[in-house]
């Protein structure tokens, strides 16, 4: 299963050096989102940020970074939708229903599905799927290797996302709240034992 984090939507103090102990885990794919935030600001976080890891970061705004600095690709959401002309890297996009991972699953490398947990990080943002609905998505193989889970990720749920055959996992706000914990380091290696 891929492990991918997305970024918190606000600048972090030490944000760059905790995205490269990510990937020093063992992180598949790192996702900037920074909704509010100028293209100075995105590229102030890309330099900071080992260039070695460069091939594993997805950007959800500012998509001509992506060829600039040499990205995975870009994730394309409600705010920016449109692929750039002549944009050849790696598109993921978010759905938010089994008929909207229908719709992009084939014309994407992957999607991602959510809210399949309550929210971590949005206060009310609630699980939108049955297990029920969520197992037989599988059996159908709406949900396979393309489709990764999001919403209310934590390692504690890993197991029953693996049993509705997600391809991976997308954390943001468990990661980014343990960022500080002294035993940050063992539970991120935890994470990489349970993928």
């Known amino acids: 299963?891929?492990?991918?984090?997305?970024?918190s939507p606000d600048f972090i103090s030490g944000e760059a050096i905790f995205i490269d102990k990510l990937f020093l885990q063992g992180l598949d794919l790192l996702h900037i989102r920074k909704p509010d935030a100028p293209l100075e600001a995105y590229k102030r976080l890309l330099l900071q940020i080992p260039k070695q890891w460069y091939s594993r970061i997805v950007?959800?705004?500012?998509?001509?970074?992506?060829?600039?600095?040499?990205?995975?690709?870009?994730?394309?959401?409600?705010?920016?939708?449109?692929?750039?002309?002549s944009f050849h890297r790696n598109i993921s996009c978010s759905c938010h229903?089994?008929?909207?991972v229908k719709k992009q699953k084939d014309s994407k490398d992957y999607v991602f599905l959510s809210p399949i947990f309550?929210?971590?990080?949005?206060?009310?943002?609630?699980?939108?799927?049955?297990p029920t609905l969520?197992?037989?998505a599988a059996i159908e193989n709406v949900i396979d290797e393309k489709v990764?889970?999001?919403?209310?990720?934590?390692?504690?749920?890993?197991?029953l996302v693996k049993e509705w055959?997600?391809?991976?996992v997308a954390f943001l706000g468990d990661i980014w709240k343990r960022m500080s914990e002294p035993q940050v380091d063992e539970y991120l290696k935890h994470i990489r034992t349970l993928l």
């Open 134 to 136: 969520l197992k037989q």
């Open 165 to 168: 055959h997600f391809g991976g």
């Open 97 to 100: 229903s089994l008929e909207e």
């Open 148 to 159: 990764i889970a999001l919403g209310g990720i934590t390692a504690n749920n890993i197991s």
């Open 1 to 7: 299963m891929k492990w991918i984090t997305i970024t």
């Open 59 to 85: 950007l959800h705004e500012h998509f001509a970074l992506a060829e600039e600095f040499g990205l995975h690709g870009i994730h394309l959401n409600r705010r920016c939708s449109q692929v750039p002309n």
């Open 118 to 130: 309550d929210s971590i990080s949005k206060v009310g943002y609630h699980a939108a799927f049955s």
